[in-house]
């Protein structure tokens, strides 16, 4: 049987929408902190839901990389830490890719939980 219901990131991103169109203008102004950041979470979560499927895959064959190890990146990231603090980063041809690791990391973090700082440094994921 097909399933032509909207997915969890078509729902949130029809919530994100409605909410924004419908709700925000008539939120009281004593109210309007509390309604933004209600936005501001459903645009996390759409955001989260669309990386999830794309960077994360990549994310984890990079750590992979570096460990010598397969596996998802939950559970690769605990592991990554163990390593580093265990020293196995000190060299520093293996610091220069450990760099590289964490910075994209980090833009894929902040590709979802603040898109707009990322656009205004000029970065994206894999740069």
Not at 2 to 14: E, F, K, T, Y
Not at 48 to 57: F, Q
Request: aromatic share 2%.
């Amino acid at each position: 049987m097909i399933n032509d219901d909207p997915g969890a990131r078509d729902l949130v991103a029809i919530a994100l929408r409605s909410f924004r169109e419908a709700i925000l203008p008539v939120v009281p102004a004593d109210q309007r902190f509390t309604a933004l950041m209600i936005a501001n979470a459903l645009g996390t979560a759409e955001r989260e839901l669309a990386a999830g499927s794309t960077a994360e895959p990549a994310l984890a064959a990079a750590v992979g990389g570096l460990l010598g190890e397969a596996g998802d990146l939950p559970a690769l990231l605990p592991r990554l830490c163990a390593a580093i603090d265990a020293g196995r980063f000190d060299a520093p041809d293996r610091q220069a890719a450990l760099r590289t690791v964490l910075k994209d990391i980090t833009l894929a973090r902040l590709a979802v939980s603040n898109p707009k700082r990322l656009a205004a440094e000029g970065q994206g994921v894999g740069r």
